[in-house]
């Protein structure tokens, strides 16, 4: 199973003081030396973490693959089309929320959807949905002419006990249900360090999409190193 990292946060750390540090460049260039599949940047509407220009720079730095997740809007299918990631991932954008709250509803929006798809479809860009592990969904995202399905796996890791063996056997079989039908298939959000282990037996999924946990242990496993090294030059 691949491992791409999320590193939007790098961004959110950044602009917290407006400065360049630390930029989230060098942030995937560390993450793909470290063995990462893929980088992965989301450019929300208000761009509230990556901005335009990190996007110009990923796509000239990133030498793995570059997955742009973004919001069904026309600005957004320019910047695609004009930036060629490798990737995108289709998200539904609410300016309010903190994270990215659902999946997609393809079932509201397939007509849309479709027409949105076929410019970048026919760029050579590959495409993913992000949506609810549903089979009538997942079904709509390869009518939809998608390549790949990410399975929203928001719900698992927020459940406990029953409800979360529960919700991790519908992810299970949304990923049989998605290769069966010749979609690559990913899984992401809220997964951590402690809920993964699962994930290793679902061989229909080949990825997992991270950024939060692995951001908040880097800081956490980094901050050691950092302040040792303020104390070595003050002493
Ligand atoms: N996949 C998608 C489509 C997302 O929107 C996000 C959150 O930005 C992730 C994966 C990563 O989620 P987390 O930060 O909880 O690991």
């Given at each position: 199973m691949r491992l791409a990292i999320n590193i939007d946060h790098i961004a959110t750390l950044r602009n917290a003081r407006g400065e360049q540090e630390p930029d989230p460049i060098a942030a995937a260039?560390?993450?793909e030396?470290?063995?990462a599949a893929g980088i992965?940047?989301?450019l929300r509407e208000d761009r509230r973490h990556?901005?335009?220009n990190d996007l110009a720079r990923l796509?000239?730095?990133v030498t793995t693959k570059l997955d742009l997740e973004m919001a069904m809007t026309s600005e957004l299918q320019q910047i695609a089309l004009n930036t060629k990631p490798e990737l995108i991932t289709l998200v539904p954008e609410k300016r309010e929320e903190l994270t990215t709250e659902g999946g997609f509803d393809i079932v509201r929006h397939f007509a849309v959807v479709t027409e949105f798809l076929k410019p970048i479809n026919a760029a050579g860009i590959e495409i993913s949905l992000f949506i609810e592990p549903d089979l009538h969904a997942i079904e709509l995202v390869a009518k939809a002419g998608a390549d790949?399905?990410?399975l929203h796996t928001g719900r698992y890791a927020l459940l406990h006990d029953k409800a979360k063996a529960e919700e991790l056997t519908r992810i299970r079989e949304a990923a049989a249900y998605a290769r069966s039908i010749g979609l690559k298939v990913v899984a992401g959000h809220g997964l951590h360090y402690n809920n993964i282990a699962p994930f290793r037996e679902i061989t229909d999924i080949e990825e997992v999409s991270i950024g939060h946990a692995i951001i908040a242990r880097?800081?956490?496993t980094g901050l050691d190193e950092a302040?040792?090294?303020m104390i070595r030059i003050i002493s």
């Open positions: 260039l560390l993450a030396k470290s063995g992965v940047c989301h990556i901005k335009d796509r000239q730095a790949i399905v990410e880097a800081v956490m302040v040792k090294e």
